[in-house]
């Protein structure tokens, strides 16, 4: 009974790091089966505490504390336990949906890329999305579809195309805090100082096309996540709208964001289509 208390303590962290972090993501976990509500939790919970350590830790060993975290990680899953409750929540997980560990270092990867002022090329750019978003859309497919690989396999690359736009999308709504409190830019060949509307441009119309892939796999979803998947992507597309009608100007001067009154709409619109079935 204690141990179940402590594992259903460590879910409530997970939890509460992910509210307090993301509003938007938050919404679409609610509209998940709340069998699998808690696993998804845990696996938002992990990827934010290794984002926190290499985006706000400035003051201390950020990479000295990232490796620790990987180590630590990597420990729990093997012993199926931790004191850390972020890190016992995700072994939870891990293990019992049989999360591969490729996924996990991918993650760390890019994780690692962002301790070092990087360059990005296409393939360095390709190999950080992969790492800190598409793998992350995979872990929750694979907590989605509960052991049928078959329907994994089947909308892997779909999962895939909606991590990459919800990252991207981040990158251009973030462009100017990434800029000047970390000196990063991750679109290749992009000059921040030169941030033209036909480089904005062409970047959304990179981020369109993966929406448009993703949403075929989104309507073949099983039913315990295919609304919770659905709100999310209504919100980040909605977002990228209104990215698309801002100038290029003022994505280098300010963030932009989509209002809790809009979510709602968006939210209530999203239901009405979900009942009708016409997604």
């Avoid at 072994?91 to 949906?97: A, G, P, R, W």
């Avoid at 490729?102 to 360059?119: R, Y």
């Amino acid at each position: 009974m204690s141990f179940q208390l402590f594992n259903q303590t460590s879910h409530e962290c997970s939890k509460l790091i992910t509210n307090r972090y993301s509003t938007s993501f938050s919404l679409g976990i609610n509209l998940l089966e709340e069998e699998i509500q808690w696993a998804v939790y845990s696996v938002y919970g992990f990827v934010r505490f290794a984002d926190e350590i290499v985006d706000t830790f400035h003051q201390f060993d950020k990479s000295n504390l990232l490796a620790r975290f990987k180590k630590e990680t990597y420990t729990a899953i093997d012993e199926e336990i931790s004191l850390n409750p972020i890190l016992n929540s995700f072994q939870i997980v891990v293990n019992k949906y049989k999360i591969d560990h490729i996924l996990i270092e991918a993650f760390f990867t890019s994780m690692e890329m962002d301790l070092e002022k990087v360059e990005y090329d296409d393939e360095k750019y390709n190999e950080y999305i992969y790492g800190s978003a598409e793998v992350v859309g995979l872990m929750c497919l694979q907590v989605f579809c509960k052991g049928d690989k078959t329907k994994y396999d089947e909308l892997k690359s779909p999962a895939r195309k909606l991590g990459a736009a919800f990252q991207k999308v981040n990158f251009l709504r973030d462009l100017k805090s990434d800029f000047d409190e970390r000196e990063r830019i991750y679109f290749p060949g992009i000059d921040f100082d030169n941030f033209t509307a036909q480089s904005k441009k062409q970047i959304e119309a990179d981020i369109r096309n993966d929406f448009k892939e993703a949403f075929s796999g989104i309507i073949k979803l099983p039913l315990n996540c295919r609304f919770g998947v659905y709100t999310a992507y209504k919100y980040y597309y909605n977002l990228l709208l209104k990215i698309e009608r801002t100038p290029a100007k003022k994505i280098l001067r300010s963030r932009i964001r989509v209002s809790n009154p809009h979510k709602v709409y968006l939210l209530l619109k999203s239901y009405s289509r979900y009942q009708l079935n016409i997604l």
